[in-house]
């Protein structure tokens, strides 16, 4: 039913900048939270940046001042603009989203198959 797909990934030099675009798909009412997060290889999975649907965001410290999240309740997407980015930035790049109301039933939690985020010279 409803799928979340990630896109705008790729190869960029430090202190470049990209940005990511998340799609909610599928016959959606309304999402609660959607958000990013990251797994660089041998980590975990850590929080990016969140926003919820009336707005209020979240970022981890690393991140503070070089990305923003933003996002489009009536498109259901939610995007990532990352500037300044950093080698250490590099990582697969997973949208979130969370209290997804459909026609059917809902979803509590989904993730997105993840976009692929290099930075290097």
């Known amino acids: 039913q409803v799928q979340l797909v990630e896109s705008g990934g790729g190869l960029v030099q430090p202190g470049g900048s990209l940005r990511l675009s998340c799609a909610a798909s599928?016959?959606?009412?309304?999402?609660?939270?959607m958000g990013w997060y990251r797994q660089a290889p041998g980590n975990q999975r850590e929080l990016v940046a969140t926003?919820?649907?009336?707005?209020?965001?979240n970022y981890a410290d690393s991140v503070k001042g070089r990305f923003t999240i933003s996002r489009d309740n009536d498109k259901n997407m939610v995007y990532l603009r990352m500037n300044s980015l950093k080698p250490e930035d590099t990582a697969v790049y997973y949208c979130?989203?969370?209290?997804?109301?459909?026609?059917?039933?809902?979803?509590?939690?989904?993730w997105g198959q993840g976009t692929l985020v290099t930075v290097s010279s």
């Open positions: 926003m919820s649907r009336d707005g209020f965001t």
């Open positions: 979130k989203a969370d209290g997804i109301r459909t026609a059917r039933s809902g979803y509590p939690l989904l």
């Open positions: 599928g016959s959606i009412y309304s999402i609660n939270n």
